[in-house]
């Protein structure tokens, strides 16, 4: 086990919705990111924090955003769902500021499924 | 041109055999390499990390050419457990944020 945790486990939206999902990261991890997987991908860079601060996004529109509190939780919200939102949603977990250097630890994911 | 390139597979092989995967980066200055191996409905988890000299764990063995920008990785005398999507993973323009292939799958059967 990884130790890192995301709530719900899958999630039921219609479009235009507003969504929540979080994670909880490894003890002492001070850098979380978020990534989506759609069906048959690799998982895609959103964004990550470093001790609560955005340290770096992908190719994300602004209706993705996301807060990290200092109890090594952190939260992404999705505003206007659309379809294409449908995907599974993966947090890391990872001790270096720069994910990219070092292991990043998976929580298993939020499916989120938008009707 | 993708950032990082997989042939997605399937590789169906059977128990024993050795298989290999090629992936191709596009970011020359990329410094951080890795493969990770997802099973089905799971979240992604570290295989191994890719050191420019090869590195080997077991029966996997990972290699890295950046004159050509590919990583390979390959996998001998394969389990059924072997059985699962193998990613590769390199950091990208920017260099916080790691870039996933689509993966390849592999399924060895008996």
């Known amino acids: 086990e990884t130790g890192v945790t995301q709530s719900p486990t899958h999630l039921i939206k219609t479009r235009g919705q507003q969504v929540t999902l979080r994670c909880s990261s490894q003890?002492?991890?001070?850098?979380v990111s978020w990534y989506q997987q759609a069906l048959g991908q690799g998982p895609q860079f959103i964004f990550q924090?470093?001790?609560?601060?955005?340290?770096g996004r992908g190719n994300f529109p602004p209706r993705f955003s996301g807060l990290q509190f200092p109890n090594y939780s952190s939260e992404l919200n999705v505003n206007a769902l659309e379809l294409d939102d449908s995907a599974l949603y993966l947090c890391?977990?990872?001790?270096?500021?720069?994910?990219?250097?070092?292991?990043?630890?998976f929580g298993p994911g939020t499916r989120l499924l938008v009707l | 041109r993708k950032e990082v390139e997989q042939d997605p597979g399937p590789f169906n092989v059977p128990e024993g055999a050795t298989v290999a995967f090629n992936c191709t980066y596009s970011?020359?200055?990329?410094?951080?390499f890795f493969w990770y191996r997802q099973d089905c409905r799971k979240e992604p988890k570290l295989l191994m990390s890719?050191?420019?000299s090869g590195n080997e764990d077991g029966r996997f063995t990972a290699q890295l050419n950046r004159a050509s920008q590919y990583i390979s990785l390959l996998i001998r005398d394969s389990k059924l457990s072997d059985s699962a999507t193998y990613l590769c993973?390199?950091?990208?323009?920017?260099?916080?944020?790691?870039?996933f292939g689509t993966g390849t799958r592999l399924q060895v059967f008996p």
């Open positions: 993973v390199v950091n990208g323009q920017d260099t916080d944020k790691l870039i």
């Open positions: 890719v050191y420019s």
């Open positions: 970011n020359s200055a990329s410094q951080s």
């Open positions: 003890s002492g991890h001070n850098t």
């Open positions: 890391a977990s990872s001790l270096a500021r720069l994910a990219a250097q070092e292991t990043q630890y």
């Open positions: 924090y470093y001790r609560e601060e955005e340290n």
